[in-house]
């Protein structure tokens, strides 16, 4: 195995909020949201291997709108090749990292060539991956990672530093530089959810006369989301000057809490927090100004493409990120970061609002009627 660096990859990912900006924001200096750095290439020519492939995917779980778009764009990829495929195996831990443990030893008990896995959490997992590695068998990591970067051959995702800095300073600015916010993460200890907060909090911690009132988790769920905004709303009132949220899915319940609670539209503090369709959709019909960018679920659809690479003997590199879009409700751009796309355009008003964007099915994406067909 041999793994070569290579600057290639950082010439074309770098991305700059606010870098052209001079001298800062309100005396705030100000900064570059995201520098990659160079990138790893892993040599895999020690699995390279005639197929057709028996592929395992071990995924964290299905408890959110999210992880089932990225399921779905898996299995999209999985039916698009079908031809490469003998078996495809999917198991499901339900957020349970013991139970995932035991998935992947069953996985590899079944023979697959390769796995593909999501961690439920970042810590459990690492020894489960090192003894894959032990076993001959090649890891690709989605979404989530681990770690000990050296027991997996790369890992797909999308930037979540980007996603914190680049949402947290349109918050910032947006509040002028000052007031009180109340910060709502993901899921405890999944890597993306720490990622995030990390890097708003480097953002956040750039502005003296901003407060971060609480952060408290909600494991992506909607309905945690307007729980636990119902009673940050009961204990701080209009103390609130706006919400940071890693994701719509929280997002979009803090609104309805902000809903619930008697405020009217256009008075509903702003918002950060992509992917789900129902939080863009609230956002358009509430005038609450928000930021979202998505971290596409279609990063599922990409990975499953990078096995083959693998079983191919490619070099690989070790970090491959998919492609995001800032989405600002018009109007409502700040000096360092303007929007690709504005909220009212991007919104999709006629479906669902369980819809995720970015999902790499395709446009006409139902997740209630989806299906897809590949050797099991």
């Keep these: 195995m041999r793994i070569l660096k290579t600057a290639a990859a950082a010439a074309t990912l770098g991305l700059f909020v606010g870098s052209a900006m001079a001298d800062g924001y309100q005396g705030v200096p100000r900064t570059f949201l995201w520098n990659p750095g160079a990138s790893e290439i892993y040599d895999a020519a020690e699995y390279k291997k005639e197929g057709p492939y028996t592929i395992g995917f071990s995924n964290a779980s299905i408890s959110n709108p999210w ?12 039916e698009r090749n079908a031809d490469k495929l003998s078996r495809f195996i999917i198991t499901d831990a339900n957020d349970d990292p013991s139970k995932q443990a035991a ?45 000990s970067d050296e027991n997996f051959i790369s890992f797909v995702t999308a930037s979540d530093q980007a996603l914190g800095r680049i949402s947290a ?53 909607p309905a945690n989301g307007k729980t636990i905004m119902s009673a940050l709303i009961q204990k701080y009132g209009d103390e609130i000057s706006g919400v940071w949220a890693d994701s719509g899915l929280q997002g979009s319940g803090s609104i309805e809490a902000f809903l619930a609670a008697g405020y009217e539209a256009g008075s509903i503090p702003p918002h950060t927090g992509g992917d789900f369709n129902a939080m863009y959709q609230l956002s358009v019909n509430n005038d609450v100004p928000m930021i979202g960018i998505d971290y596409p679920p279609a990063m599922g659809a990409r990975a499953f493409e990078v096995l083959f690479d693998v079983l191919d003997g490619k070099g690989i590199p070790k970090r ?54 590949y050797p099991k």
């Design 103 to 147: 998935d992947v030893q069953d996985l590899i008990a079944q023979g697959v060539d390769i796995l593909l896995i999501s961690p439920a959490t970042a810590e459990a997992m690492d020894p489960v991956i090192r003894r894959a590695k032990r076993q001959g068998i090649p890891v690709v990591l989605v979404d989530r990672s681990v770690p």
């Design 169 to 221: 300073q349109w918050l910032a600015e947006k509040l002028g530089g000052k007031g009180k916010v109340v910060m709502l993460g993901g899921l405890a200890g999944a890597s993306p959810a720490e990622a995030r907060i990390q890097a708003a909090m480097e953002v956040f911690n750039q502005f003296p006369e901003l407060e971060v009132l609480e952060t408290q988790y909600t494991s992506w769920s």
């Design 320 to 373: 491959i990120e998919v492609n995001q879009q800032v989405v600002v409700s018009e109007g409502h751009e700040t000096p360092s970061v303007q929007a690709d796309v504005f909220v009212a355009d991007y919104a999709l008003m006629d479906k669902p609002g369980s819809v995720i964007m970015s999902s790499g099915v395709g446009a006409d994406y139902d997740p209630a009627t989806f299906s897809a067909v």
């Design 67 to 78: 992880r089932v778009a990225m399921l779905h764009g898996i299995e999209a990829a999985a």
